[in-house]
Antibody, heavy 117, light 107 residues
């Protein structure tokens, strides 16, 4: 059974940093692109970033470029999102998702990031 | 970025009804379209990809159609568990973008 479990969310002040993790199991992690998608409270879905199987290609939505970094450790079956210079508008539930042709076929339960003073 | 526009934004229907949700892309996306269902407090669930291919395990009352710029998600014979919010997503070009969602409520 495919499982994706996010962790690392919490309350952080504007300008602060946070690192999200996603632990994957039930599939060959190193064979899939992976993504982070977020959802602000009461709002719709927004794709944030994705990463190729070997980490050699990464893509970001414009609003997080230069502030967020996606990475992975295939030996640990883990996906990460390093978030720096956080803003109030980054407040959201962050989901990791396994990709199949750039859509998410399996999603984690999400982790809430709140940016507030 | 390609803009995805769903209509309606909300919809009231009864169990047993047939409903259709429309998704329009701001430019042609071939058939690179996915549909998701999301229930409150839960992660999105993939229903359909490639505009019309049903994801494994999804009931056959869900169907998708369209190509280019205009797409539809149809649910025939609504069940109680189908009341949720539905999103379309294009994956034709970066960044992947979602529609604003259609909330399907019980009449």
């Amino acid at each position: 059974e495919v499982q994706l479990v996010e962790s690392g969310g919490g309350l952080v002040q504007p300008g602060g940093s946070l690192r999200l993790s996603c632990a994957a199991s039930g599939f060959t992690f190193s064979s899939y692109w992976m993504s982070w998608v977020r959802q602000a409270p009461g709002k719709g879905l927004e794709w944030v970033a994705n990463i190729k199987q070997d980490g050699s290609e990464k893509y970001y939505v414009d609003s997080v470029k230069g502030r967020f970094t996606i990475s992975r450790d295939n030996a640990k079956n883990s996906l990460y999102l390093q978030m720096n210079s956080l803003r109030a508008e980054d407040t959201a539930v962050y989901y990791c998702a396994r990709n199949d042709h750039d859509y998410g076929d399996y999603w984690g339960q999400g982790t809430l990031v709140t940016v507030s003073s | 970025a390609i803009r995805m526009t769903q209509s309606p934004s909300s919809l009231s229907a009864s169990t047993g009804d047939r409903v259709t949700i429309t998704c329009r892309a701001s430019q042609g996306i071939s058939s690179y379209l996915a549909w998701y269902q999301q229930k409150p407090g839960k992660a999105p669930k993939l229903l359909i990809y490639a505009a019309s291919t049903l994801q494994s395990g999804v009931p056959s009352r869900f169907s998708g159609s369209g190509s280019g710029t205009d797409f539809t998600l149809t649910i025939s014979c609504l069940q109680s568990e189908d009341f949720a919010t539905y999103y379309c997503q294009q994956y034709y070009s970066y960044p992947p973008t979602f529609g604003q969602g259609t909330k399907l409520e019980i009449k």
